[in-house]
């Protein structure tokens, strides 16, 4: 008798969920230990719908195909010299950023799912996360691999992962993912998989692979669009988890609207970086961070977080400030890296007369009120040969790590700097807002041990007590990777290729 042929939903049946095995002489809870101690109530896995609907063997083949397509671009870029048709070199410094503070997250991102998925009692989901896991690894290759170019023309570079572990304002995405990775599994798939990946994704991805499409920089578009369908399906994981434990038990209900709260905004001070990357790096701009919050957010976060209210959950009390914050966060994150560019490792500068006017024109309610004036300074005292560079070193927020250059928007307040403080075990800890205040306070063992680069460089683990010893420490060729970009190696050697005089 001719066998019957498998149609496509029963193979993959055989092929992922009949791949799971039943417990008859171990105990399960043994095999899966980190299931309950968050306090997730599963009922039911069976429940879990397959976002991915791929088969490892499938996978690869989708995966392998994208490769082929991808690096095909990579050495027509590279033997075009693609680098030459970037607007201008300073856009080469949103690529340092992205190599230093994104690259490295992505291969966090990869440890942390590698955890998740041997953690979580569900085949699906296990398979899931491990899929995951593999995409995040390909991002950080394919994101080296399409800035190496970058690499032979320009400073800042080279030592992208030594200075992940070191570099003061690279605190931040680390902290971000250890924090992640340090949390039990389902906390962990919440963070990343929707608070990160399905809520804020596009407002990382986007601006990024927007501004590289202005701004001529076509291997950057090209790794962004092979990576943007990953992130589709990392999106559906995020979504699908949300449900998944929302429908499993109400008592799961309060445990997950904390971890919404929590995530919400530690992910949203991370994207601080790129909303002064889109306002004041990009020498072709498309789109404001305040109208990239409202749209990617506002619009679509806020019908999602409308859906969700029939499970319970409610939009974040964080929204109510941040929304108040998009008028100002790009501004006093830019200020912050340039009175502070002497000791980072990529250029600033302070905008021209028509980028000033953009802003105005993006910012109505603020940017002439109350940033205007401090960039027309440092742009004369620049011109005078006295450039502004900050002598001290900057308090820093225990929770996010970000130095306290925040105001109290909240209050309308836009001129005086937000600072919170506690006390635990004898100690007093400092915040840049009530939510990381709120944080630390849950749990503030995970937070009292921080590796907080101020705190390090005072008690002299940065290699020394001046700016050379730490830059030094960080491998940053002082003088040619920081500072102004006016009148930087990068600028010369731009001028140098282009022909400029």
């Given amino acids: 008798m001719e066998a019957k042929k498998l149609n496509v939903k029963e193979k993959y049946r055989l092929l ?6 039943e417990f008859s002489y171990e105990d399960r809870k043994e095999a899966f230990p980190y299931e309950e101690f968050e306090g997730i109530k599963i009922t039911d896995w069976s429940k879990w719908e397959d976002p991915f609907r791929l088969t490892m063997d499938a ?70 996360a491990q899929m995951q896991s593999i995409d995040e690894l390909r991002h950080i290759q394919t994101q080296i691999h399409a800035m190496s170019h970058y690499n032979k023309h320009f400073e800042g570079f080279d030592e ?90 109400e008592d799961n209900v309060p445990i997950v609207q904390k971890w919404i709260d929590k995530w919400l905004w530690r992910g949203y ?9 889109m306002d004041y790096m990009l020498p072709q701009k498309f789109m404001s961070w305040k ?51 002497h000791a980072a490792a990529f250029h600033t500068w302070t905008p021209s007369a028509e980028e000033m006017d953009w802003l105005s024109e993006k910012y109505p309610d603020s940017f002439d009120k109350w940033y205007r004036p401090r960039f027309e300074m440092a742009a004369e005292l620049a011109e005078k040969g006295e450039r502004f560079y900050s002598e001290g ?55 009292v041990h921080a590796w907080l680069p101020v705190h390090q460089i005072f008690q002299g683990n940065c290699g020394g007590a001046d700016l050379a010893d730490v830059m030094k420490y960080y491998k940053l060729n002082d003088g040619a990777v920081n500072a102004d970009y006016m009148g930087s190696s990068d600028e010369q050697r731009w001028k140098a290729l282009k022909g400029i005089a």
Wanted: aromatic share 16%.
């Fill in 59 to 128: 996978y690869w083949k989708y995966q392998a195909e994208k490769e082929k397509k991808l690096y095909a671009i990579y050495d027509a870029f590279a033997q075009n010299n693609g680098h030459l048709n970037v607007s201008d070199a300073r856009y080469v410094n949103a690529l340092k950023i992205f190599l230093t503070a994104i690259s490295p997250a992505e291969y966090a991102a990869h440890n942390g799912f590698a955890f998740t998925g041997r953690q979580l009692g569900g085949i699906g989901a296990r398979i899931a």
């Fill in 393 to 447: 070193l900057p308090q820093l927020c225990q929770t996010c790590q970000i130095p306290m250059f925040y105001t109290e928007c909240g209050d309308d307040r836009p001129d005086d700097t937000c600072y919170r403080s506690t006390h635990y075990q004898g100690e007093r800890f400092h915040f840049c807002s009530d939510h990381c205040k709120d944080i630390f306070e849950d749990e503030p063992e995970k937070y």
């Fill in 16 to 21: 992922t969920r009949d791949l799971d095995w």
């Fill in 291 to 341: 109208e990239a919050w409202e749209l990617y957010f506002e619009d679509a976060g806020g019908a999602l977080f409308r859906d969700l209210e029939r499970y319970g959950i409610k939009m974040p009390a964080c929204a109510e400030l941040i929304a108040k914050e998009k008028d100002h966060l790009s501004h006093q994150t830019w200020w912050t890296f340039y009175t502070f560019g």
């Fill in 160 to 249: 992208f992962s030594h200075m992940h572990d070191r570099v003061w304002y690279l605190s931040v995405p680390k902290s971000f993912f250890d924090d992640a990775r340090s949390s039990g599994p389902f906390e962990y798939i919440v963070a990343i998989s929707f608070a990160f990946e399905y809520v804020l994704t596009n407002l990382l991805f986007v601006p990024f692979m927007s501004g590289a499409a202005y701004n001529g920089d076509m291997a950057t578009v090209t790794f962004g669009f092979s990576a943007q369908s990953d992130e589709a399906r990392h999106m559906t994981l995020g979504l699908e988890i949300i449900k998944f434990l929302l429908e499993q038990h």
């Fill in 269 to 277: 001070r991370l994207l601080s970086v790129v909303a002064m990357m």
